[in-house]
T-cell receptor, first 112, second 114 residues
C-alpha cells in the first residue's frame, strides 16, 4: 500500500540549514509535496516536485528527489525562528483521486 | 484571492447536539475536501467533492454528513458525535480532483465534543 515516513523531530540553530527527510513507497506517485503547519493553523503548501525531476529550488527551499531510493528531502537555507513548524511530506495517491497520503510530520525547532 | 475560509474557528458541542461546519472558497475551484486532524498527527481525508458531487467517502461514520450546496461552499453537518471526534477539521480546495493540482487549506475548525 501507500505509505510515507518522516523523522519526528529536528532541532537547528538560527542561520543554519535544515534538512527534513521523507521516504515513500508508491513508485507510481507523480507528485510529491511539502506542507508547513504552524501551531493552530491550517496547512500551507511550500513546494512540490514532479516525479521526473531530481531537484527544485525556490528561494531558501531546495527539494531533492531520489526516485530510485524513493527518498525526498527539503532543505531550508538560513533557517529562521519563523520556520519553526511541523513539516509534512505528502504524495499523490496512485488512484489520481486528488487524495494525498501524508507522512507523520517533522517538528522543526529553531533555536535563536 | 487564494483563501479558504472556515467558520467557526472553535466549536464546543455536547454529544446530543447538532452543529455544522462551514467552508468557503472563491477561487473557482471545483474540488473540495474535508480532513480530520488529531493533535501531532497528519490530516486524514474524510470526503472529496468534485463538481458538487460526492466522489470519495473514506468510510466516515454517518454522524458526519457533508453537503456541497454550490461550487463555493462546503458544509459538514455533525450529529451525535463522540468525544473521540474532537479534532481540528480542515477544509481544502483545488482546481480539480487530480494529482499535481495544488490543494489550498483553510485554517480549520477546532472541535471539542463534551
Amino acid at each position: 500500500g501507500e505509505d510515507v515516513e518522516q523523522s519526528l523531530f529536528l532541532s537547528v540553530r538560527e542561520g543554519d540549514s535544515s534538512v527534513i527527510n521523507c521516504t515513500y513507497t508508491d513508485s507510481s506517485s507523480t507528485y510529491l509535496y511539502w506542507y508547513k503547519q504552524e501551531p493552530g493553523a491550517g496547512l500551507q503548501l511550500l513546494t512540490y516536485i514532479f516525479s521526473n525531476m531530481d531537484m527544485k529550488q525556490d528561494q531558501r527551499l531546495t527539494v531533492l528527489l531520489n526516485k530510485k531510493d524513493k527518498h525526498l528531502s527539503l532543505r531550508i537555507a538560513d533557517t529562521q525562528t519563523g520556520d519553526s513548524a511541523i513539516y509534512f511530506c505528502a504524495e499523490s495517491a496512485s488512484s489520481n483521486t486528488g487524495k494525498l497520503i501524508f507522512g507523520q510530520g517533522t517538528t522543526l525547532q529553531v533555536k535563536p | 484571492d487564494t483563501e479558504v475560509t472556515q467558520t467557526p474557528k472553535h466549536l464546543v458541542m455536547g454529544m446530543t447536539n447538532k452543529k455544522s461546519l462551514k467552508c468557503e472558497q472563491h477561487m473557482g475551484h471545483r474540488a473540495m475536501y474535508w480532513y480530520k486532524q488529531k493533535a501531532k498527527k497528519p490530516p486524514e481525508l474524510m470526503f472529496v467533492y468534485s463538481y458538487e458531487k460526492l466522489s470519495i467517502n473514506e468510510s466516515v461514520p454517518s454522524r458526519f454528513s457533508p453537503e456541497c450546496p454550490n461550487s463555493s461552499l462546503l458544509n459538514l453537518h455533525l450529529h451525535a458525535l463522540q468525544p473521540e471526534d474532537s479534532a481540528l477539521y480542515l477544509c481544502a480546495s483545488s482546481q480539480a480532483r487530480l494529482a499535481g493540482v495544488e490543494q489550498y487549506f483553510g485554517p480549520g475548525t477546532r472541535l471539542t465534543v463534551t
